[in-house]
């Protein structure tokens, strides 16, 4: 039986628990650490060589690196996450605001665009009424 691969029932189901919540952990942990090595590089305020010191700690000593590094410079790391949400969001709207005003013309472009046809007479006088209503509505 020693060569018989095991099956689905040979696995207890907290064995599954556990497997599954050690892997969680894992890949929590990678996240974690990649989120500080880019918060590291990220921060304008620290020079070269304190960056070059946090980087090291955190790759020689993770686990106590990480540690660290949440409880000294923490609360600066969220400032950081707000002040880019903050930046991104207001180039997001500037974005926005710019392409919408560029899309569509104005009222008053649409208008000076449908009295130009009107004045050339491609359009009557009832045409231009009924597309003005649309316009104003």
Do not use: C, H, N
């Given at each position: ?40 590089f990220r921060d304008h305020e620290m020079g070269g ?6 980087l090291i700690f955190v790759i020689i000593l993770p ?75």
């Open positions: 039986m020693d060569g018989l691969m095991p099956l689905a029932y040979d696995y207890p189901l907290l064995g599954v628990f556990w497997t599954t919540l050690i892997i969680f952990l894992w890949v929590l942990w990678f996240f974690l650490l990649f989120k500080i090595i880019v918060d590291i060589w304190g960056k070059a010191g946090w686990f106590l690196g990480v540690f660290v590094y949440l409880l000294a410079r923490g609360k600066g790391m969220a400032q950081r996450d707000m002040r880019d949400m903050k930046e991104q969001q207001q180039m997001m709207d500037s974005y926005i605001r710019e392409t919408a005003g560029t899309a569509g013309a104005s009222q008053v472009d649409q208008l000076a665009k449908l009295s130009e046809i009107r004045a050339k007479g491609d359009i009557t006088d009832e045409e231009f009424q009924a597309a003005k209503k649309r316009i104003l509505q």
